[in-house]
Nanobody
Framework: QVQLVESGGGLVQAGGSLRLSCAAS????????MGWYRQAPGKQRELVAV???????SYADSVKGRFTISRDNAKNTVYLQMNSLKLEDTAVYYC????????????????WGQGTQVTVSS
C-alpha cells in the first residue's frame, strides 16, 4: 500500500508564506512526476505546479514567480514553497504522484493525497 500524506497548510495573511510537504510511503519502486493541484470552493481542481523525475518544473501562470516546487527523491517528498500569498490562493491543496508500486509485478498508479487547507486572509 502506497499513500501520499500532505502537511504544512494553515492560515496566513496576504503577502505571507507557507511551505507544503507531501511524502510518499509504502512499497515504492520509483516516482515519476509529482505535482500540486488546488481546488477553491465552487471551482474545479486546477494544476498549480509539476516537477518531473529529472526536476524539470512547470507552473500555472497565476503562481509563476511566487511558488516554487521541489522534490527530495531520497525522502520521496515533494514540496511547494508559496510566497507572496494572495487571497485568491485560498484553496484545498492536493499533491499527486505517478508511482511505480514495488511488487512481484510492478505497476504504476497515479496517487493523490488527502488535501491540506490553505487560507489566506486580508
Amino acid at each position: 500500500q502506497v499513500q501520499l500524506v500532505e502537511s504544512g497548510g494553515g492560515l496566513v495573511q496576504a503577502g505571507g508564506s507557507l511551505r507544503l510537504s507531501c511524502a510518499a510511503s509504502g512499497s515504492i519502486g520509483s516516482i515519476n512526476a509529482m505535482g500540486w493541484y488546488r481546488q477553491a470552493p465552487g471551482k474545479q481542481r486546477e494544476l498549480v505546479a509539476v516537477i518531473t523525475s529529472g526536476s524539470s518544473t512547470s507552473y500555472a501562470d497565476s503562481v509563476k514567480g511566487r511558488f516554487t516546487i521541489s522534490r527530495d527523491n531520497a525522502k520521496n517528498t515533494v514540496y511547494l514553497q508559496m510566497n507572496s500569498l494572495k487571497l485568491e490562493d485560498t484553496a484545498v491543496y492536493y499533491c499527486n504522484a505517478e508511482v511505480t508500486i514495488a511488487t512481484l509485478i510492478p505497476y504504476t498508479r497515479l496517487l493523490w493525497g488527502q488535501g491540506t487547507q490553505v487560507t489566506v486572509s486580508s
